[in-house]
């Protein structure tokens, strides 16, 4: 009964990160934690979104921006892997605390820099993908920050969805292979994670059945949406 929950709610958060681009480890992680623990959860999350973020690349193949996604893991990347080795230095709630407040304040930044057309470039990529890796090594998830990084670049549904999951794949795979290199990564966890990433994928493409129904604005309205839960979230966690 606990794996015919867990592969329900896996089916779930796939389809909302097929939808919204994120969101798979919002909604997976307290799960995780609750039958697996606080320590195994994260890295049990960590292989499972590489198979969650493969299902949106395959998803979406033609539509991804192989130039953007490039750049942004030139950077990204190493930034994952010292965030991962951060992650057991920094006292708990502090990275949750700082990216709640930051997610929050992002609904009206995004909004407001649309109307004025704001785009950013790949040299931007390039030097905002080291501090948003280090972020991704330290907690469970920063989805919500690529959201308007990607989204600025001018990416939006399958395009933005597609890349911004290529990109998420490179982070991913540096974050697993550190917590393998310290010992975190336990054949127990890979099986678990691979279970779990493997109905991430199927909702990868549920979600993409959605996407195609909506509207541009419907869409970033939903982005929204997203972005305040994930910060309400994040300061719940924080303060619990």
Same mark, same amino acid.
């Given at each position: 009964?606990?794996? +015919?929950?867990?592969?329900?709610?896996?089916?779930?958060?796939?389809?909302?990160?097929?939808? =919204?681009?994120?969101?798979?480890? /919002?909604?997976?992680?307290?799960?995780?934690?609750?039958?697996?623990?606080?320590?195994?959860?994260?890295?049990?999350? +960590? =292989?499972?979104?590489?198979?969650?973020?493969?299902?949106?690349?395959?998803?979406?193949?033609?539509?991804?921006?192989?130039?953007?996604?490039?750049?942004?893991?030139?950077?990204?990347?190493?930034?994952? &892997?010292?965030?991962?080795?951060?992650?057991?230095?920094? +006292?708990?709630?502090?990275?949750?605390?700082?990216?709640?407040?930051?997610?929050?304040?992002?609904?009206?930044?995004?909004?407001?820099?649309?109307?004025?057309?704001?785009?950013?470039?790949?040299?931007?990529?390039?030097?905002?993908?080291?501090?948003?890796?280090? /972020?991704?090594?330290?907690?469970?998830?920063?989805?919500?920050?690529?959201?308007?990084?990607?989204?600025?670049?001018?990416?939006?549904?399958?395009?933005?969805?597609?890349?911004?999951?290529?990109?998420?794949?490179?982070?991913?795979?540096?974050? =697993?292979?550190?917590?393998? /290199?310290?010992?975190?990564?336990?054949?127990?966890?890979?099986?678990?994670?691979?279970? =779990?990433?493997?109905?991430?994928?199927?909702?990868?493409?549920?979600?993409?059945?959605?996407?195609?129904?909506?509207? +541009?604005?419907?869409?970033?309205?939903?982005?929204?949406?997203? &972005?305040?839960?994930?910060?309400?979230?994040?300061?719940?966690?924080?303060?619990?």
């Amino acid at each position: 009964m606990d794996y +015919a929950l867990l592969l329900a709610f896996g089916l779930f958060a796939g389809t909302l990160g097929g939808i =919204v681009g994120t969101g798979s480890s /919002l909604v997976m992680m307290p799960v995780l934690v609750v039958m697996f623990g606080p320590r195994q959860a994260i890295p049990i999350m +960590a =292989v499972a979104a590489i198979l969650g973020n493969l299902g949106r690349v395959l998803a979406w193949w033609r539509d991804i921006d192989w130039r953007a996604c490039g750049a942004y893991c030139s950077t990204a990347i190493p930034g994952a &892997m010292l965030g991962a080795r951060l992650l057991l230095e920094i +006292a708990p709630g502090v990275a949750e605390t700082a990216l709640g407040l930051f997610f929050l304040s992002l609904i009206p930044a995004r909004r407001w820099l649309a109307r004025r057309e704001f785009r950013i470039t790949t040299t931007h990529l390039m030097l905002l993908g080291g501090p948003l890796g280090l /972020l991704t090594g330290v907690v469970a998830s920063t989805g919500p920050l690529t959201v308007p990084l990607f989204t600025f670049y001018g990416l939006e549904r399958g395009a933005f969805l597609g890349t911004e999951a290529a990109s998420s794949i490179g982070m991913y795979v540096a974050k =697993v292979a550190t917590f393998q /290199l310290f010992g975190a990564l336990t054949p127990e966890v890979v099986v678990q994670g691979v279970i =779990v990433g493997s109905t991430l994928m199927a909702g990868s493409f549920v979600g993409r059945f959605v996407v195609l129904k909506l509207s +541009a604005a419907a869409y970033r309205s939903l982005i929204d949406s997203l &972005m305040l839960v994930s910060g309400l979230s994040l300061l719940w966690a924080a303060v619990r």
